[in-house]
């Protein structure tokens, strides 16, 4: 595969792990290169590292296609540092757009995936409806819990998030908001950030600690549940592929632009929830406009990978 194709990929996928609503999976899934991810993920394992003494660090690095995941994961990297102050504005400023463009994008793409499935069958569409039913009632999770600190907490919160972020539909970004702990993480990627570029030394401690704690997260959530995802791959391919394709369409109803804000009020807490509504019900500028733009987009987006996508064979180890 190309190094600068596969590199944007990356950024991209980078920048939808920034967005609540939006799954690094999905992207992965839309651009191609879900499958050769999740085989070269699970290949990383005690076995694969201690045979580096007997056959030598080439034969490691061939194994777990060391070449592919570097060049994702600089791309991913790179999407995360570029874009976390960038998508925070477009969220906090042209959020219907941005929200229009993601919907764009997996309504498109469902059409594309559902073409990898080996044999239709009918019965395919009772996992496809639970991958929904899953995804819409994880959507409807409230997420206005308060924010922990606590380094085990952090810790447990990454790692269900990245199980999360390789599954289309559900957003890690948003695991992370329900259990409360995305500010914490966001705050320190931001930290983290001002520490290498700026040299700005304050709590430079704590900000490497809990950079630690997030990446061990990360790297234990990818390494365990890339190995269910190959089984899962391997064993139910076609079932796999529906149950996704249902988790990315009930995963719809979480990024939809258009949500009034509903305030509750408590003796103790003002706490608000959203409902979702037509545009001509919104409580604001609901932007028809450059929303259909940015939806249209999404899906030309999408034509367009797949027009260039050069031919990806998955790895069958």
Request: net charge positive.
């Amino acid at each position: 595969m190309n190094f600068l194709n596969l590199y944007f990929k990356g950024i991209f996928m980078g920048i939808a792990d920034l967005v609540p609503g939006v799954s690094g999976g999905t992207i992965a899934l839309i651009l191609g290169v879900y499958e050769d991810l999740i085989y070269s993920l699970s290949s990383i394992s005690f076995s694969s590292i201690k045979g580096i003494r007997k056959n030598g660090i080439l034969s490691f690095w061939k194994e777990i296609n060391g070449k592919f995941l570097t060049i994702l994961f600089s791309g991913i990297l790179t999407g995360v540092i570029m874009f976390t102050y960038i998508i925070d504005w477009l969220i906090l400023h042209y959020s219907i757009p941005l929200w229009a463009f993601f919907i764009g994008l997996l309504l498109s793409s469902v059409k594309f995936i559902n073409q990898k499935i080996n044999s239709p069958d009918w019965k395919l569409i009772i996992y496809l409806i639970l991958g929904f039913l899953l995804s819409f009632k994880i959507s409807l999770v409230d997420s206005n819990f308060s924010t922990y600190n606590n380094e085990v907490f952090l810790f447990f919160s990454c790692l269900l998030a990245v199980s999360a972020m390789l599954l289309p539909g559900i957003s890690g970004a948003f695991i992370l908001i329900v259990l409360g702990a995305y500010t914490s993480v966001i705050s320190t990627i931001k930290s983290f950030i001002d520490l290498i570029l700026f040299q700005n030394l304050t709590e430079a401690k704590l900000v490497l600690t809990n950079t630690f704690i997030i990446v061990s997260g990360i790297v234990f959530g990818l390494l365990i549940f890339s190995k269910i995802f190959k089984w899962l791959f391997i064993k139910f391919h076609d079932q796999t592929l529906s149950f996704l394709i249902g988790l990315m369409i009930g995963g719809i109803n979480n990024i939809w632009p258009w949500q009034n804000k509903i305030i509750i009020k408590t003796s103790e807490l003002e706490n608000y929830t959203t409902n979702i509504v037509l545009p001509n019900k919104y409580e604001g500028d609901p932007q028809i406009i450059l929303s259909i733009v940015f939806f249209i987009f999404g899906i030309l987006l999408v034509f367009v990978i797949q027009k260039i996508e050069t031919p990806n064979v998955s790895k069958k180890n």
